[in-house]
C-alpha cells in the first residue's frame, strides 16, 4: 500500500474516531432506513453485504431484515493471497479475517 493511501486511512479513522456516538447511531439507523427501502433490494432475489465491524457503517440490521424478508445473504470471504469470494450467511459462523 502507497504512503499517500496509508495516510489518508489513517486520516479517516482519525477523523471517524472524534465522531459522537449518537451521531453514529442516529447515522447507521438513517442508512439502514434507506438501504431497506431501495426498490433495488426489495425487487432483489439476494443480497450482498459486507459483515461491518468497528465504526464502519453498520450493516447488521440490514443484514437481518433481509434474512426476515426471506432474502439470502452473501458475505465476502477472504481466501487469502487476494482472493475473495462469497458465501451465504446463514446468521451464525463468522470468523474474523
Not at 439476494?46 to 440490514?62: L, N, P, Q
Amino acid at each position: 500500500m502507497s504512503a499517500d493511501k496509508t495516510a489518508l486511512r489513517a486520516s479517516f479513522r482519525r477523523r471517524l474516531a472524534q465522531l459522537d456516538e449518537y451521531y453514529i447511531s442516529s447515522s447507521n439507523r438513517e442508512i439502514c432506513s434507506r438501504v431497506i427501502s431501495l426498490p433495488e433490494l426489495l425487487s432483489a432475489e439476494r443480497v450482498f453485504a459486507y459483515y461491518s465491524v468497528g465504526r464502519e457503517v453498520d450493516t447488521h440490521e440490514i443484514i437481518r431484515l433481509c434474512r426476515v424478508m426471506g432474502k439470502p445473504v452473501a458475505l465476502p470471504v477472504v481466501l487469502g493471497g487476494g482472493i475473495m469470494e462469497f458465501a451465504l450467511f446463514d446468521g451464525a459462523g463468522l470468523v474474523p479475517g
